[in-house]
């Protein structure tokens, strides 16, 4: 996942273009893998076609006509009920945004509108994403079919909203979320991210994070704040708008955990002062818990221009330190660093500049103070003096 796709995951911004392919015929397994249904496009009307897959090859089970070909479908482990949600290239418009259906056709079809049942005038664009074409509604959203008190439910998590809708399977009618069946989704939900999370070494998965900040379990929040002190640090290089070769090093884990416990304290960091300006990859590196970061100037000793060796630029005391290697690479008298997702304290800085000719430790600058949020810029760091 690049650092721009990072950003554009938090923004709700205006209507973007976009573009769809032709429909083509597509299958969604069920969760037990026993049932398959296939999305059929047609001249005159698609058709969902339902399959049983045990055994050597798939068995027609039963066929329906669809009211639009489908975003995507949802088929119940014992094959009964197909479920679609959105039509094809023109999400969330419609009336039959949720639809249900068995073999005996479509039992019953519902408008965004109905669905939401948002208070009259809603500003739709400012609760989540909307493009030329469509409506996102169910964007990060989680699917799922329960048994909840000896009755069958297609339930769906809404992300942007954090609550749940339910209707029964029997009819496709809207069922209340009673604490008790909330109670059973949100732990099922809450496993499943806490799982994701587990397995997500690099911090990536987002929407994970993001789905355990809203459900809010104190157990989570230990993990978050452990996460606070992840060393598994990514090496960043780019340019500043100068034209210097800049430097980073930052935890993606670190990043998420931070955003996470933000999110879970009620903060919105994309409204905050600096965040999106188009500074380098600091554009969204806003922390609350830990320091934003530390930034400055190393000063390279003279003739190491050529860009032959390796240049440490160093937090102390701690583990946090860039390395790169600068082989073959053109070079300014300076390049500009930054450090971020810092735990507060009290630190100096440090560069080496590891090159065959001249080798340079240049002097301690510091100590500064990295505060939860704080940003300190202007570290120089020279090795041009002997």
Request: aromatic share 12%; net charge positive; glycine share 10%.
């Amino acid at each position: 996942m690049t650092l721009a796709l990072l950003l554009s995951l938090f923004a709700v911004g205006p209507l973007q273009a976009d573009s769809w392919a032709p429909p083509k015929a597509t299958d969604y397994l069920s969760e037990n893998k026993r049932f398959m249904a296939r999305a059929v496009p047609g001249q005159e009307a698609p058709t969902v076609e339902v399959y049983r897959t045990e055994g050597a090859k798939p068995v027609l089970v039963w066929r329906a006509a669809l009211g639009g070909f489908p975003h995507k479908l949802f088929v119940s482990d014992d094959g009964r009920t197909v479920v679609k949600l959105d039509n094809y290239a023109s999400l969330g418009y419609g009336d039959d945004v949720v639809a249900f259906y068995s073999e005996s056709g479509e039992s019953r079809r519902y408008s965004l509108e109905q669905v939401l049942a948002l208070p009259p005038g809603t500003d739709m664009t400012r609760l989540f994403k909307h493009s030329v074409s469509s409506r996102w509604w169910t964007e990060d959203s989680v699917p799922r079919f329960v048994t909840f008190s000896g009755e069958p439910f297609f339930c769906l998590w809404l992300a942007w909203d954090n609550r749940w809708l339910a209707w029964r399977l029997s009819d496709g009618s809207p069922a209340d979320m009673n604490a008790g069946l909330r109670r059973e989704l949100d732990q099922a939900l809450r496993l499943q991210a806490l799982e994701r999370v587990r397995r997500d070494a690099g911090g990536q998965d987002i929407e994970a994070y993001d789905m355990l900040a809203k459900l809010k379990d104190p157990a989570d929040r230990k993990l978050f704040e452990e996460m606070l002190k992840d060393a598994a640090f990514l090496q960043l290089e780019g340019q500043d708008s100068k034209g210097l070769t800049e430097l980073g090093v930052k935890s993606l884990r670190r990043w998420s955990a931070d955003n996470a416990l933000a999110r879970w304290d009620g903060f919105d960091k994309t409204k905050e002062p600096g965040y999106g300006d188009s500074y380098f990859w600091a554009s969204y590196e806003l922390y609350r818990y830990l320091g934003s970061r530390v930034s400055g100037t190393f000063s390279f000793p003279k003739g190491a221009r050529s860009g032959k060796g390796r240049l440490r630029i160093m937090l102390l005391p701690g583990d946090q330190r860039i390395d790169a290697d600068l082989k073959g690479k053109k070079l300014n008298e300076k390049i500009s660093f930054h450090l971020f997702g810092i735990t507060p304290g009290v630190y100096r800085v440090k560069a080496v500049w590891d090159g065959k000719r001249p080798f340079c430790s240049s002097p301690e600058a510091g100590p500064i103070t990295v505060t939860p949020g704080g940003v300190v810029d202007g570290v120089a760091l020279d090795c041009r003096r002997p």
